[in-house]
């Protein structure tokens, strides 16, 4: 059984950087496309960077791109979130996700079967 397991959340102010880090236990890692997601109060869940299963191709949604960078570690089964110039608007939870064997870098919620539990993001103005 796949776990995923996010951290590297917390409180920070606006203009700050955070790291997040997902760790892939159970199964196979190295050939599994992996993304990012959050969700705000109130508001569906949201694509935010997926990278595929080599780490050559990334894709970021618009309210990030610039500011977030999405990588991975296959010797270490973890996948990072870099993420820069914080806003008030990226508070929220986010999601750490599992796609397939060898899949793309996929924005669509349905490439990913396995979610972790999130780790919340808060930035203050």
């Known amino acids: 059984q796949v776990q995923l397991e996010e951290s590297g959340g917390g409180l920070v102010q606006a203009g700050d950087s955070l790291r997040l880090s997902c760790t892939s236990s159970?199964?196979?890692?190295?050939?599994?496309?992996m993304g990012w997601f959050r969700q705000a109060p109130g508001e569906k869940r949201e694509f935010v960077a997926g990278?595929?299963?080599?780490?050559?191709?990334?894709r970021y949604g618009n309210s990030v791109k610039g500011r977030f960078t999405i990588s991975r570690d296959n010797t270490k089964n973890t996948v990072y979130l870099q993420m820069n110039s914080l806003r008030p608007e990226d508070t929220a939870v986010y999601f750490c996700?599992?796609?397939?064997?060898?899949?793309?870098?996929?924005?669509?919620?349905?490439?990913?079967?396995?979610w972790g539990q999130g780790t919340q993001v808060t930035v203050s103005s």
């Open positions: 159970g199964r196979t890692f190295s050939n599994i496309n």
């Open positions: 996700a599992r796609g397939k064997p060898y899949g793309g870098a996929r924005y669509d919620e349905g490439a990913y079967d396995s």
């Open positions: 990278i595929n299963w080599s780490g050559g191709t990334t």
